[in-house]
């Protein structure tokens, strides 16, 4: 059973959708969760980071962590075009020998058109 | 502007013949960190540094050798590529009090 499982999609919505990601995870000693979106010919870069059960909200994003089912997700409120990005969960090691590590996702494709 | 450099964007290279992407980062972190994206397997660690003179081994070491002599610089090695290892790369970076990881732009590497 692979550590981390995530639906590589592609994920096609009209503009103005709700958007529904979501990871699922075997290790219970992550602690941290993230979302990290990556452009096109671009590097991942950081869009949310939560470290308890329950919702976050930043903005049109809301992160979502269910530890009892290892399971978080990422909802998109309102898609632009310009969500359109891969998004990859990320679950960093917190301790150990592998202080730092980040476990990723395999990434969802998000296309969002006009 | 708080960045992590990666040179070159773009490689191509023929099987055997050394290679080095260098990596920097300006934002005085202690760890670093080699990545590698392929198609349906994300990213995975290669290699990482906790500072300078620490280097360990990641998920996929084999075929790559690392140096971190300076706190900024951490320079990815194919001493003999191969072309299983046609790869997007990515060096990343970030401080020893946060687990926010700062990426380069990637670096394409295609082994003929």
């Known amino acids: 059973q692979k550590e981390v499982e995530q639906d590589p999609g592609p994920l096609s919505v009209p503009e103005g959708a709700i958007v529904s990601l979501n990871c699922t995870y075997s290790?219970?000693?992550?602690?941290?969760f993230m979302w990290y979106r990556q452009y096109s010919r671009k590097g991942p870069e950081l869009l949310m980071y939560t470290y308890s059960s329950g919702n976050k909200e930043d903005g049109r994003f809301t992160a979502q962590v269910d530890k009892s089912s290892k399971y978080i997700s990422l909802f998109i409120r309102d898609s632009q075009p310009s969500d359109s990005a891969t998004y990859l969960c990320a679950f960093p090691d917190a301790g150990g020998t592998s202080y730092g590590k980040l476990t990723f996702g395999q990434g969802t494709i998000l296309t969002v058109h006009p | 502007e708080a960045q992590v450099t990666q040179n070159p964007r773009y490689l191509i290279t023929v099987t055997g013949k050394k290679l080095t992407v260098t990596c920097s980062q300006n934002?005085?972190?202690?760890?670093m960190s080699w990545y590698r994206q392929d198609p349906g397997l994300g990213l995975r660690q290669i290699y990482y540094?906790?500072?300078?003179?620490?280097?360990d081994k990641g998920d996929v070491p084999e075929g790559y050798k690392v140096s971190r002599k300076e706190k900024r610089n951490f320079p990815l090695i194919l001493e003999s590529p191969s072309p299983n290892q046609t790869s997007l790369y990515f060096c990343?970076?970030?401080?020893?009090?946060?687990?926010?990881?700062?990426f380069g732009a990637g670096t394409r590497l295609s082994v003929l």
């Open positions: 934002m005085n972190h202690e760890y």
């Open positions: 990343a970076s970030s401080s020893g009090m946060e687990y926010i990881q700062y």
């Open positions: 540094s906790m500072n300078v003179e620490v280097t």
């Open positions: 290790n219970s000693a992550f602690q941290y």
